[in-house]
C-alpha cells in the first residue's frame, strides 16, 4: 500500500497536477510514479475534484496503483514491435530470396558451358548461393514463427485436372 507521503518521481507532473487545482480547474487526472518505503516503483493514477470542505475549496482525490496496467502495456507494445520487425523480416527475405534464385539458376547454366579449369570458381558462387538461401530460410522461419519442415511433393497431385 502506499501513501501521499511517498516520494514522486514524476515531481514536475505532480506540481503541474496541484497548479491545475490552483487554477481552479474542476477534474484533473494524472499519472504518477511513486517509490514506496521498500524501494519498489510503482505508477499510480490520481484523479482529483474540486469540492467544497467545511465552508473551504479543497480537492478530493481518487488513487489507484496501475503498476500491472502498465507493465501489460510495455509487453504489448514489446510484442507489436517484435511483429513489425518479424514482418520486415519475412519480406526482406523473400526478396533476398528471389535474387539467389537467379544467381543458383545462371550458375547451374554457365556450369554447364564452362571449361573445367572455369567450374571451380562458378561452383563456388553456387555454393555461396545455396548457404544464402538456408539463411534465408531460416529468416522466413523466423518471420512466421515456425520450423519449416520441408517435405517431398509430387507436383502432379497439386494440379487439378482440366474438365
Do not use: C
Amino acid at each position: 500500500m502506499w501513501n501521499l507521503n511517498q516520494r514522486t518521481i514524476d515531481m514536475e507532473k505532480g506540481m503541474a497536477l496541484y497548479a491545475s487545482r490552483a487554477e481552479g480547474r474542476r477534474a484533473v487526472e494524472s499519472v504518477f510514479r511513486y517509490v514506496t518505503k521498500q524501494g519498489k516503483v510503482i505508477w499510480v493514477e490520481s484523479i482529483g475534484q474540486s469540492i467544497e470542505w467545511e465552508g473551504r475549496p479543497a480537492v478530493l482525490y481518487f488513487s489507484s496503483d496501475i503498476t500491472e496496467r502498465k507493465t501489460l502495456e510495455r509487453q504489448f507494445a514489446q510484442a507489436q514491435k517484435m511483429e513489425a520487425i518479424g514482418q520486415l523480416t519475412g519480406g526482406v527475405a523473400h526478396d533476398f530470396n528471389n535474387i539467389i534464385q537467379v544467381i543458383t539458376g545462371y550458375g547451374e547454366v554457365l556450369m554447364e558451358k564452362l571449361t573445367e579449369e572455369n567450374r571451380v570458381f562458378v561452383a563456388e558462387i553456387t555454393k555461396a548461393a545455396y548457404k544464402a538461401r538456408a539463411l534465408t530460410k531460416q529468416l522466413l522461419s523466423f518471420s512466421r514463427k515456425q520450423i519449416l519442415r520441408p517435405r517431398v511433393v509430387d507436383p502432379k497431385s497439386l494440379i487439378l485436372p482440366r474438365r
